[in-house]
């Protein structure tokens, strides 16, 4: 087992900008399957699910358990993907290590547990991010472009959904959904006064804003 080699987001922290993001897809986007970011607080017992996904076939899933989290990415063009193996296996390493327990939230056939590139967790208590011991011949796990898509700023998340979603956005709003300030409905049309307040409300509530 190794440290996660690249530091990342404390799993509270992790938690709170996965939400914000879901919730600003949410009112950015009427239509789900169009939204980077999915959000689900009651997906299994004791169990939280998040996902980014670009649209294109790479994507995240992080599942946040009483045990700790996992996260499980896939860039599907990396070499380290199972469609560019010979023998179609996961890449050695990537799960061999993964506390059982953890490993357990991807067994979800939507998951796609099969479908990965890189692996990571945090188990409750532990102070680091790990990973498996992997000997990866230099090839590209697309971590870092995938773990990127995860904004702990909220400019960031500005930066990106201007241009994806072709729209000027207010950043101190913004901050108010990261910060995790309850959602208004002023708050929602100032965002996109578009957006049908009523059906968005439902989503943020089911997100648990």
């Known amino acids: 087992m ?25 009112i950015l986007c009427s239509e789900d399957w169009l939204r980077r970011y999915q959000f689900n607080p009651q997906w299994d017992e004791g169990k939280v699910l998040a996902s980014v996904s670009n649209g294109s076939g790479d994507e995240i899933y992080v599942v946040f358990t009483p045990e700790g989290v996992i996260i499980k990415g896939f860039d599907h063009e990396s070499k380290m993907s199972p469609n560019a193996r010979d023998d179609g296996e996961v890449w050695p390493g990537i799960y061999e290590q993964t506390p059982p327990s953890l490993l357990s939230g991807l067994n979800d056939e939507a998951l ?19 990973c498996g011991d992997i000997e990866s011949k230099g090839f590209d796990d697309g971590s870092n472009y995938l773990l990127g898509m995860i904004y702990e700023a909220p400019q960031d998340y500005v930066d990106w959904a201007e241009d994806y979603y072709e729209m000027e956005l207010p950043v101190d709003v913004v901050i108010q959904v990261y910060n995790g300030d309850p959602v208004s409905e002023e708050m929602i049309l100032t965002l996109n006064p578009e957006r049908d307040v009523r059906m968005a409300l439902e989503e943020i509530r089911e997100i648990g804003r």
Do not use: H, Y
Not at 3 to 26: C, G, H, K, V, Y
Not at 118 to 126: K, M, P, Q, T
């Open 112 to 130: 796609c547990k099969e479908d990965v590139t890189f692996c990571l967790w945090r188990e409750s208590g532990d102070q680091k991010w790990r």
């Open 2 to 26: 190794s440290n996660w080699p690249t530091p990342f987001m404390e799993p509270a922290i992790l938690r709170q900008r996965l939400a914000a993001m879901s919730i600003l897809d949410a």
